[in-house]
Nanobody, 125 residues
Framework: QVQLVESGGGLVQAGGSLRLSCAASGRTSSLYAMGWFRQAPGKERESVASISWRGGVSYYAGSVKGRFTISGDNAKTTLYLQMNSLKPEDTAVYYC??????????????????WGQGTQVTVSS
């Protein structure tokens, strides 16, 4: 099992930036991909960005492409999400997730095995 702890959320004005971090511990040797998801009140949890550590392939949801960047440290135990040009519709709880999927980039939340507790991001207009 992998333990995940997110940080970096907060309140920001529209057009501003935030950087989320996710620290992974535990059985990180079984970790092949990681991702960020978000869930707004009354909505389904949706994928924001994902990255496969095998080859560094990444995926972005269309709503954030060009504004958000997913990356990790060399040890692949810390995941980041740089969020620029934030919009009020980006307001949600953001979750970090870890996957043991060895091939491709996991997109569905059902392909992820471990989850963090989430960090709130609020973008004011």
């Amino acid at each position: 099992q992998v333990q995940l702890v997110e940080s970096g959320g907060g309140l920001v004005q529209a057009g501003g930036s935030l950087r989320l971090s996710c620290a992974a511990s535990g059985r990180t040797s079984s970790l092949y991909a990681m991702g960020w998801f978000r869930q707004a009140p009354g909505k389904e949890r949706e994928s924001v960005a994902s990255i496969s550590w095998r080859g560094g392939v990444s995926y972005y949801a269309g709503s954030v492409k060009g504004r958000f960047t997913i990356s990790g440290d060399n040890a692949k135990t810390t995941l980041y999400l740089q969020m620029n040009s934030l919009k009020p519709e980006d307001t949600a709880v953001y979750y970090c997730a870890a996957s043991g999927l060895r091939v491709g980039v996991p997109l569905s939340r059902y392909e992820y095995d471990d989850w963090g507790q989430g960090t709130q991001v609020t973008v004011s207009s």
